[in-house]
């Protein structure tokens, strides 16, 4: 492939830019669903969720108006009682579902990629549905899920053969609201180290990829089973403290240099040792725009105790027109191997274990309208804009030697969001390894010499 080609894809996403952009003040504020703190009038509207019809539960006299289920909380009917009678064994499970229509939403998102990289083959992927499932028990009480299905889960076609996929459960809890500032939370804990793993959602993201540092050193998505506790405090007339803080079963000894932590965690079924893992984060948000995080991990990956312990950073500040966002990552782990699961398990490989990891990204994103093209939109995407992203990132999975595990990358992003749950990506990204010997650095001159490109578009939206 032409080396001029990553240029003139650079030109494309640039030009859009020139001359275009709306000065800040006409710019339409439309942030991410998950953006911490925005202002409120900010904030996209909620349309009315998804209905559920269930079959054998029509009107019967076509009044328009379908009868309350068997099972339904009535006026004077308290929640007890509706869930005693749900469980009755009389009642059917068409009953059982219908009963709940009016405490559990349904909603989710979902991802669909074309990639065209500079070494190797364009695809499709279908990278990821996702299922979300909210119930209110009861005031105090309430249930969210979320389960992905990557790449369509099951069979997955890979190097020509059918086999298994990969469905989910990343994230299942249950709470209990103690006080306004102290709620018990139990289940599958999606673990609360930076930031991005928090708010990984592809519809609230501008850039088709996550984070690479962000997908190893912090494995996102990283869910682990436990328990803690969670809760935020206003400070005075603006600010605000919030925290999460909890123990898991954590990450085992599967920790690999390139890979980081990723197959090392997802502690579903069992722990490998008898020590609980700890993970919280603290955030302090002095306006709505602006929030800042410190959070970490502490827990042994084996089982003669030697540890992982980690530290993150996260920032996120919003200043009119742009978003400015970034993270940082330490790792330091005990020197051990890959070892210790059952014998005869594949997974003792014996390898050895990386003594440390770092990470980092920083990311810019310029919301902007071009007022003639969105004339000629239909009335429902006048409020639409166009984000240009650029992010610059690192991660060394071992900062012991320089391997292929070192990883710099460069991005350029142009999206175009009609509606605020709906948004086509499109990027390009100019990256180096360490394969070579040789640090890779946005700064060196190696990086543009011996670097590649990839190119990707995606469509992302949220239901």
């Known amino acids: 492939m032409p080396r001029r080609l990553p240029l003139i894809l650079l030109s494309l996403l640039l030009a859009p830019l020139t001359g275009l952009a709306q000065d800040e003040g006409s710019t339409p504020e439309k942030p991410a669903s998950d953006a911490p703190r925005v202002p409120q009038e900010e904030q996209p509207k909620q349309e009315e969720g998804p209905r559920l019809?269930?079959?054998?539960?029509?009107?019967?006299?076509?009044?328009?108006?379908?009868?309350?289920?068997?099972?339904?909380?009535?006026?004077?009917?308290?929640?007890?009682?509706?869930?005693?009678?749900?469980?009755?064994?009389?009642?059917?499970?068409?009953?059982?579902?219908?009963?709940?229509?009016?405490?559990?939403?349904?909603?989710g998102y979902a991802e669909h990629d074309?990639?065209?990289?500079?070494?190797?083959?364009?695809?499709?992927r279908n990278h990821r549905y996702v299922l979300f499932v909210y119930s209110h028990i009861s005031e105090r009480i309430s249930t969210a899920t979320e389960i992905e299905f990557e790449f369509a889960g099951s069979p997955l076609k890979r190097d020509g053969v059918l086999g298994a996929g990969e469905v989910l459960l990343e994230f299942s809890v249950v709470d209990l609201m103690l006080t306004d500032w102290l709620t018990f939370r139990?289940?599958?804990?999606?673990?609360?180290?930076?930031?991005?793993?928090?708010?990984?959602?592809?519809p609230a993201q501008e850039l088709p990829e996550r984070p690479i540092a962000y997908t190893t050193v912090v494995p996102t998505t990283w869910f682990e089973s436990g328990a803690g506790f969670?809760?935020?405090?206003?400070?005075?007339?603006?600010?605000?403290?919030?925290?999460?803080?909890?123990?898991?079963?954590?990450?085992?000894?599967?920790?690999?240099?390139?890979?980081?932590f990723?197959?090392?965690?997802?502690?579903?079924?069992?722990?490998?040792?008898?020590?609980?893992?700890?993970?919280?984060?603290?955030?302090?948000?002095?306006?709505?725009?602006?929030?800042?995080?410190?959070?970490?991990?502490?827990?042994?990956?084996?089982?003669e105790g030697r540890r992982v312990n980690?530290?993150?950073?996260?920032?996120?500040?919003?200043?009119?027109?742009?978003?400015?966002?970034?993270?940082?990552?330490?790792?330091?782990?005990?020197?051990?191997?890959?070892?210790?699961?059952?014998d005869g398990s594949t997974a003792n490989t014996r390898d050895r274990v990386p003594t440390g990891m770092f990470g980092f990204y920083g990311q810019a994103n310029y919301r902007f309208r071009i007022e003639p093209f969105f004339r000629l939109l239909p009335d429902e995407w006048h409020d639409g804009h166009f984000t240009a992203s650029l992010r610059y990132e690192e991660k060394d999975t071992d900062t012991e030697f320089v391997t292929a595990g070192d990883v710099s990358r460069l991005?350029?992003?142009?999206?175009?969001?009609?509606?605020?749950?709906?948004?086509?990506?499109?990027?390009?990204?100019?990256?180096?390894?360490?394969?070579?010997?040789?640090?890779?650095?946005?700064?060196?001159?190696?990086?543009?010499?011996?670097?590649?490109?990839?190119?990707?578009?995606?469509?992302?939206?949220?239901?």
């Open 53 to 107: 019809d269930l079959e054998g539960l029509e009107d019967p006299a076509a009044t328009g108006t379908t009868p309350p289920a068997p099972n339904a909380e009535t006026p004077g009917e308290s929640a007890q009682e509706t869930f005693n009678q749900r469980l009755q064994p009389t009642t059917t499970l068409t009953q059982r579902a219908a009963a709940i229509l009016d405490r559990t939403t349904l909603g």
């Open 114 to 124: 074309f990639i065209v990289p500079e070494q190797g083959k364009s695809t499709f």
């Open 186 to 202: 139990a289940g599958v804990i999606l673990m609360p180290v930076g930031a991005y793993n928090l708010r990984h959602d592809a």
């Open 230 to 260: 969670l809760g935020g405090f206003d400070l005075g007339r603006d600010w605000r403290l919030s925290y999460e803080v909890y123990a898991v079963n954590g990450l085992d000894a599967k920790i690999l240099d390139g890979q980081g």
């Open 262 to 303: 990723r197959a090392a965690r997802g502690s579903h079924l069992e722990d490998n040792n008898d020590d609980k893992a700890v993970t919280g984060r603290v955030s302090v948000s002095p306006f709505l725009g602006l929030e800042a995080g410190l959070s970490g991990y502490t827990g042994a990956y084996d089982l």
């Open 310 to 342: 980690m530290v993150n950073a996260d920032v996120f500040w919003r200043l009119g027109a742009w978003d400015l966002t970034g993270e940082v990552v330490r790792a330091f782990i005990d020197p051990g191997y890959v070892q210790g699961f059952p």
């Open 411 to 463: 991005t350029l992003g142009l999206n175009f969001r009609p509606l605020p749950p709906y948004v086509l990506k499109t990027s390009f990204f100019w990256e180096k390894s360490g394969g070579d010997g040789q640090m890779p650095h946005a700064w060196s001159r190696d990086f543009w010499s011996e670097g590649h490109w990839n190119f990707m578009a995606s469509v992302a939206y949220l239901f």
